[in-house]
């Protein structure tokens, strides 16, 4: 060609078109978009097709859904195939809400079109545009033909129509219709052939990147389902659909890192993955994450993120998550102590299915946490229609509310009743059941039936009545039985799970005068952890063992310190203590 033919061909509008495309191409974004802009302008459809990519993608100009659309819907209009499959794809994923493409005598009207908002689909637009397209032969607009009539409107559904486009899109070597085959076969999968099908055809589909085809296609290697089962493989189809944010498949795979099925054990990186999963949405994955903090998995535990992990589950209703919130409220663990706000987490539960909730919640109730004349109503109805099912738990909450009267009277009678059908298997119960037998509340009174179920609820591991059946161990009050070995290692257990009562009496034991050894050491131990938590008579044991040296320290300044305390909480003994300590220091004048 002569350089005359060439400078023309430059200056026609196919070579002005390549020229701005090669432009684009070669990194001069702005100078080919410019180029571009006065071609569309001028009414060249493959022009206005990527005018409209540039602002959609914000290629060398600032992205505008917007002025995406608009190009595109030009383009469309002059038959070009691609931007109608772009504009159905548009109108299927949705504009923002009170988004017209509409013509005009001068172009499109988008004097009122918002900036953002959600999207609002269109599937009958999408469908007509979806359907220009892929009657020309598009494989991509075939396949979201497929998808619109599988899951567009009642109206425009066609499962068999629907599979066609498929079947056309994949043949074509379409990733979109290989995925959308295999989701057709799926459906009605009911020999392993028609598995293996649609297992090739997900094969297919991840070679086009697709995170849906991942997920699908791990998950039947994890079972097994059309394909041999190899864990390795499904834990790499995982991660690849979880690159994609496949928030599944997010979750799956950080639950295979944090238990090392078919891939090696990696707490961190399981952690970050399940973080992606419950921030996308997961709300499994956010309660798992609440476990692993609050336990501390290979890092100390921190109640602080747990509690955050398991507000996210539990604002989505997760009972687990939300049982386990309200035991953080209602202990003051990693959040401030508010029994109320405990309660309110225990009903979330209870209402979404958690039975062990019911009791937290109706305990709480009984403790004095507010609620309303016609909760407890409904808390007294479910528990009632729980019990005459035969449910344990339901009988005990029953059981406990005619205790303590909570929709009105006190029925003491039929308090009783109910304790004792729950007590074949509530450890709560076990305890009620058995005070009651021991204090003759309304039931005739029988100390020997009243330490078997209170030494049964101790045993089960309850510190109330651990603490209860060891001071009737120590005093032997029940046909003479003392066993102070046994009190030691129920009122040691009492403590180490945090009761109070227990540090104190373990203490106790521990000073002296008792059917154990004497371990005044591992006494001041007790006395002062009981003491830090605020038990009025571990202050003043700890004050009188530090003042006089019993267990071979002595700090009369610290002890002062605890008697004193003591004293302010009206602990008789305490103000002796202190005037024997004022006594034995030397006069100034001496």
């Given at each position: 060609?002569?350089?005359?033919?060439?400078?023309?061909?430059?200056?026609?509008?196919?070579?002005k078109?390549?020229?701005?495309?090669?432009?684009?191409?070669?990194g001069?974004t702005?100078?080919?978009?410019?180029?571009?802009?006065?071609?569309?302008?001028?009414?060249?459809?493959e022009?206005?097709?990527?005018?409209?990519?540039?602002y959609?993608?914000?290629?060398?100009?600032?992205?505008?859904?917007?002025?995406?659309?608009?190009?595109?819907?030009?383009?469309a209009?002059?038959?070009h195939?691609?931007?109608?499959?772009?504009l159905?794809?548009?109108y299927?994923?949705g504009?923002?809400?009170?988004?017209?493409?509409?013509?005009?005598?001068?172009?499109?009207?988008?004097?009122?079109?918002?900036?953002?908002?959600?999207?609002?689909?269109d599937?009958?637009?999408g469908?007509?545009?979806?359907r220009?397209a892929?009657?020309a032969?598009?494989?991509d607009?075939?396949?979201?033909?497929?998808?619109?009539?599988?899951?567009?409107?009642?109206?425009?559904?066609?499962p068999?129509?629907a599979?066609?486009w498929?079947?056309?899109?994949?043949?074509?070597?379409?990733?979109?219709g290989?995925?959308?085959v295999?989701?057709?076969?799926l459906?009605?999968?009911?020999?392993?052939?028609?598995?293996?099908?649609?297992?090739?055809?997900?094969?297919?589909?991840?070679?086009?990147?697709?995170?849906?085809?991942?997920?699908?296609?791990?998950?039947?290697?994890?079972s097994?389902?059309g394909?041999?089962?190899?864990l390795?493989?499904?834990?790499?189809?995982?991660?690849e659909?979880?690159?994609?944010?496949?928030?599944?498949?997010?979750?799956?795979?950080?639950?295979m890192?944090?238990?090392g099925i078919?891939?090696r054990?990696?707490?961190?990186?399981?952690?970050?993955?399940?973080?992606?999963?419950?921030?996308?949405?997961d709300?499994?994955?956010?309660?798992?994450?609440?476990?692993?903090?609050?336990?501390?998995?290979?890092?100390?535990?921190?109640?602080v993120?747990?509690?955050r992990?398991?507000?996210?589950?539990?604002?989505?209703?997760?009972a687990?998550?939300?049982?386990?919130?309200?035991?953080?409220?209602?202990?003051?663990?990693?959040?401030?102590?508010?029994?109320?706000?405990?309660?309110?987490w225990?009903?979330?539960a209870?209402?979404?299915?958690?039975?062990?909730?019911?009791?937290?919640?109706?305990?709480?109730?009984?403790?004095?946490?507010?609620a309303?004349?016609?909760?407890?109503?409904?808390?007294?109805?479910?528990f009632?229609?729980?019990?005459?099912?035969?449910d344990l738990?339901?009988?005990?909450?029953?059981g406990?509310?005619?205790?303590?009267?909570?929709?009105?009277?006190?029925?003491?009678r039929?308090?009783?009743?109910?304790?004792?059908?729950?007590?074949?298997?509530?450890?709560?119960?076990?305890?009620?059941?058995?005070?009651m037998?021991?204090?003759?509340?309304?039931?005739?009174?029988?100390?020997?039936?009243?330490?078997?179920?209170m030494?049964?609820?101790?045993?089960?591991?309850?510190?109330?009545?651990?603490?209860?059946?060891?001071?009737?161990?120590?005093?032997?009050?029940?046909?003479?039985?003392?066993?102070?070995?046994?009190a030691?290692?129920?009122?040691?257990?009492?403590?180490?799970?945090?009761?109070?009562?227990?540090?104190?009496?373990?203490?106790?034991?521990?000073?002296g005068?008792?059917?154990v050894?004497?371990?005044?050491?591992?006494?001041?131990?007790?006395?002062?952890?009981a003491?830090?938590r605020?038990?009025?008579?571990?202050?003043?044991?700890?004050?009188?063992?530090?003042?006089?040296?019993?267990?071979?320290?002595?700090?009369?300044?610290?002890?002062?310190?605890?008697?004193?305390?003591?004293?302010?909480q009206?602990?008789?003994d305490?103000?002796?203590?202190?005037?024997?300590l004022?006594?034995?220091?030397?006069?100034?004048?001496?």
């Amino acid at each position: 060609m002569s350089f005359k033919s060439r400078l023309a061909a430059l200056f026609s509008s196919k070579g002005k078109l390549d020229h701005a495309i090669r432009l684009t191409e070669s990194g001069k974004t702005v100078q080919g978009f410019a180029l571009l802009s006065r071609l569309a302008a001028a009414g060249d459809g493959e022009a206005a097709f990527r005018v409209g990519r540039a602002y959609l993608d914000g290629i060398g100009v600032p992205p505008s859904l917007e002025e995406g659309a608009r190009w595109i819907y030009q383009s469309a209009k002059t038959g070009h195939i691609e931007a109608a499959f772009v504009l159905a794809t548009l109108y299927t994923v949705g504009l923002p809400e009170g988004f017209e493409i509409r013509p005009t005598h001068e172009g499109l009207d988008l004097s009122h079109v918002p900036s953002a908002g959600p999207r609002h689909p269109d599937f009958h637009l999408g469908i007509h545009w979806a359907r220009i397209a892929a009657e020309a032969g598009s494989p991509d607009a075939q396949a979201l033909l497929g998808y619109i009539l599988t899951n567009g409107p009642e109206d425009l559904r066609d499962p068999a129509q629907a599979r066609s486009w498929y079947d056309r899109s994949a043949a074509a070597g379409c990733s979109q219709g290989h995925l959308g085959v295999a989701l057709a076969i799926l459906e009605d999968a009911r020999t392993d052939e028609q598995l293996a099908a649609a297992a090739r055809h997900l094969t297919e589909a991840t070679k086009g990147g697709l995170g849906t085809a991942f997920d699908i296609l791990g998950r039947m290697y994890e079972s097994g389902s059309g394909v041999p089962r190899d864990l390795g493989r499904a834990a790499t189809c995982f991660h690849e659909a979880a690159e994609r944010n496949i928030v599944t498949a997010q979750a799956r795979y950080g639950l295979m890192l944090l238990e090392g099925i078919g891939i090696r054990r990696h707490y961190g990186r399981a952690e970050t993955w399940l973080k992606r999963a419950a921030t996308n949405g997961d709300t499994q994955s956010a309660a798992l994450l609440g476990d692993l903090c609050a336990n501390g998995g290979d890092l100390p535990p921190n109640l602080v993120e747990a509690a955050r992990w398991y507000r996210l589950a539990a604002e989505q209703k997760h009972a687990g998550a939300a049982r386990a919130l309200g035991l953080l409220y209602l202990t003051g663990s990693g959040v401030h102590q508010d029994p109320d706000v405990a309660a309110h987490w225990f009903k979330v539960a209870s209402e979404s299915g958690d039975t062990h909730a019911d009791a937290d919640f109706g305990n709480l109730i009984l403790a004095g946490a507010s609620a309303t004349a016609d909760e407890k109503q409904a808390l007294h109805a479910r528990f009632e229609k729980a019990a005459e099912k035969g449910d344990l738990v339901g009988a005990y909450n029953l059981g406990v509310c005619y205790a303590e009267g909570v929709t009105g009277e006190q029925n003491g009678r039929e308090a009783a009743r109910w304790m004792q059908k729950a007590a074949d298997g509530v450890v709560n119960a076990q305890y009620w059941y058995g005070r009651m037998l021991l204090e003759g509340r309304d039931v005739q009174p029988d100390p020997t039936q009243a330490l078997y179920w209170m030494e049964k609820a101790a045993d089960a591991g309850m510190a109330e009545a651990q603490v209860a059946v060891a001071g009737l161990l120590v005093d032997g009050n029940i046909n003479g039985r003392r066993d102070h070995e046994k009190a030691l290692t129920l009122y040691r257990n009492a403590a180490e799970s945090g009761n109070v009562d227990a540090m104190f009496s373990l203490a106790a034991l521990y000073g002296g005068g008792h059917d154990v050894p004497e371990n005044r050491p591992q006494a001041q131990i007790w006395f002062r952890k009981a003491a830090q938590r605020g038990n009025g008579l571990a202050q003043m044991m700890l004050g009188r063992y530090l003042c006089r040296g019993l267990a071979g320290v002595t700090d009369p300044v610290e002890g002062r310190i605890w008697l004193e305390r003591a004293k302010a909480q009206n602990i008789r003994d305490a103000e002796a203590e202190l005037a024997l300590l004022d006594e034995a220091q030397p006069d100034d004048d001496d």
